[in-house]
């Protein structure tokens, strides 16, 4: 290992994937050429691409009127896309607002139609997880962002609705176990737990498409994707490649069941030592904690920086906080080893009884 890679995204990867990807930078398949060098619409790159989809469609359970899609722009332009798909100029649609992630969809959504944020934990710095909320039933759809990268607030439970459900899952796709059918769209942006930048993974029900009116220019229309098999123009082919990577890794480790158990107990240990060491303090609702984005801080911010330095000692990399939350974030993305956050832990009590 390199080093306790905590970075909040672009994130760590497997070292398996990163060893066959780099052998794959200078001979792909034995082809005489990098993967950088071939064309996306030879047999060998469509291999890599209809594993890639397969992979998300066996991992997820998806239902057979799923459609796969990888796509450039990153879960922000999806924050677009999806209402200039989705919604008509007069119709509704249903946000909760959960922070910076779910502001700027809702902001996105307001150029397309009406916007409802029927649900809100803005008064509290996002904090928790709305529970109460009512979504009208004439509704186009509800809108949700499963994990709050920068507050680490995690829906435990999907919210039961009469409308299509629509998450944003770009920080916990694929991380736990989840009736991943109860949605009509899901997107994430693929550099946390699903690869490395460049790509982002849309999977959506046909039969929701072609129901608005307004023309939708070529590339933005998800059916013209669906109909070239997301191979619309040239797709990011390296991104791809390693998110096919990252998802053979994952069906390895027993696929979402299976990463969920080591997951949780990631976030156990860690959620612990916040709880019981005196020098640190959980900043969210604990039925609500993430267990991909943890955030805590200290009630002596002065120690923050001597902490921080003796962290780097044991090369452990990026704990700082996300600027609107302060104090510390570890993220425990699917590959982030459970070695990492046991020196974590251990760096947190020789921290407390140094200082007691
Ligand atoms: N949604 C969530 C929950 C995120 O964490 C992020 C990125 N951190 C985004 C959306 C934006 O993703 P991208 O940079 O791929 O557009």
């Known amino acids: ?11 760590v990867l497997p070292n398996e994937v990163l060893y066959k990807a780099s052998k794959a930078l200078i001979d792909f398949e034995g082809s005489g050429m990098s993967i950088l060098e071939i064309g996306h619409r030879t047999p060998l790159f469509q291999a890599v691409m209809d594993e890639a989809r397969n992979l998300v469609r066996e991992l997820m359970q998806l239902e057979d009127d799923f459609e796969v899609l990888f796509l450039h722009g990153g879960a922000t332009q999806q924050f677009l896309q999806i209402p200039m798909n989705l919604l008509e100029n007069d119709g509704t649609a249903s946000y909760i607002d959960t922070g910076v992630w779910s502001n700027k969809a809702i902001k996105e959504a307001k150029q ?12 509290s710095n996002y904090t928790y997880i709305p529970k109460q909320f009512n979504v009208s039933p004439k509704s186009t759809y ?18 039961q609705v009469d409308v299509p459900l629509i998450a944003d899952m770009s920080s916990d796709i694929l991380s736990r176990q989840m009736d991943f059918n109860k949605f009509s769209l899901i997107y994430a942006g693929v550099q946390k737990n699903m690869g490395a930048a460049g790509v982002t993974m849309v999977a959506v029900r046909k039969n929701l498409l072609g129901k608005v009116t307004r023309k939708i ?3 933005l229309d998800y059916r013209n994707h669906i109909e070239n098999g997301s191979m619309l123009n040239t797709p990011p082919v390296f991104s791809v490649y390693i998110s096919m990577l990252t998802l053979r890794w994952l069906k390895a480790q027993g696929g979402a069941a299976g990463i969920e158990k080591l997951n949780e107990k990631k976030a156990a240990i860690l959620y612990d030592e916040i709880d019981q060491n005196p020098l640190f303090r959980g900043t969210v609702a604990k039925e609500d904690r993430s267990r991909m984005n943890v ?5 002596k911010p002065e120690l923050e920086d001597e902490f921080l330095k003796l962290t780097k000692k044991e090369d452990i990399v990026g704990i700082k906080g996300h600027r609107s939350v302060g104090g510390f974030r570890a993220s425990l993305y699917n590959a982030l080893p459970y070695e990492s956050v046991e020196v974590l832990v251990e760096a947190m009590k020789h921290f407390s009884h140094k200082k007691a």
């Open 1 to 11: 290992m390199k080093v306790h890679n905590f970075n909040a995204g672009p994130s």
């Open 217 to 219: 220019p070529t590339i």
């Open 112 to 123: 397309f139609g009406f916007v409802d944020v029927a649900g809100s934990s803005k008064e």
């Open 295 to 299: 955030c805590f801080i200290m009630d």
């Open 142 to 159: 509800l809108h949700i962002t499963t994990n709050n990268t920068i507050y680490g607030t995690q829906w435990q439970q999907i919210p």
